[in-house]
């Protein structure tokens, strides 16, 4: 599986973006997937994440109730709808594929990573 994930940009605080990561190859359909974010500095936070059929989804606590993962499997696509936007979730932003797995908050569970794409937030 491969991913690309695209949809960043600089936002004022309390403002929206919705970022997408897009799959290819017949396994997306079968993969976990998930998203990261990484703040200068060597760790790589955990989003949110959802199963193979988006039936099932599980945040951060940090982004539960602004942020909502869903995806579009005959798009091989996935998204992160984000709201209420905080300074503080500025950071370049992963996908992540993890195939047949369950869901998991571990990035070094997850074997397919996308290139990032990266969200500022201004105060």
């Known amino acids: 599986v491969q991913l690309q994930a695209s949809g960043g940009g600089l936002v004022q605080a309390g403002s929206s973006l919705k970022l997408s990561c897009e799959a290819s190859?017949?396994?997306?359909?079968?993969?976990?997937i998930g998203w990261f974010r990484q703040a200068p500095g060597p760790e790589r936070e955990f989003v949110a994440t959802i199963t193979t059929t988006g039936s099932s989804s599980y945040y951060a606590d940090s982004v539960k109730g602004r942020f909502t993962i869903s995806r579009d499997n005959a798009k091989n696509t996935v998204y992160l709808q984000m709201n209420s936007l905080k300074p503080e979730d500025t950071a370049v932003y992963y996908c992540?594929?993890?195939?047949?797995?369950?869901?998991?908050?571990?990035?070094?569970?997850?074997?397919?990573w996308g290139q990032g794409t990266q969200v500022t937030v201004s105060s």
């Open positions: 992540a594929a993890r195939e047949g797995g369950a869901l998991t908050t571990t990035p070094s569970l997850y074997g397919h």
């Open positions: 190859g017949r396994a997306f359909s079968n993969a976990v």
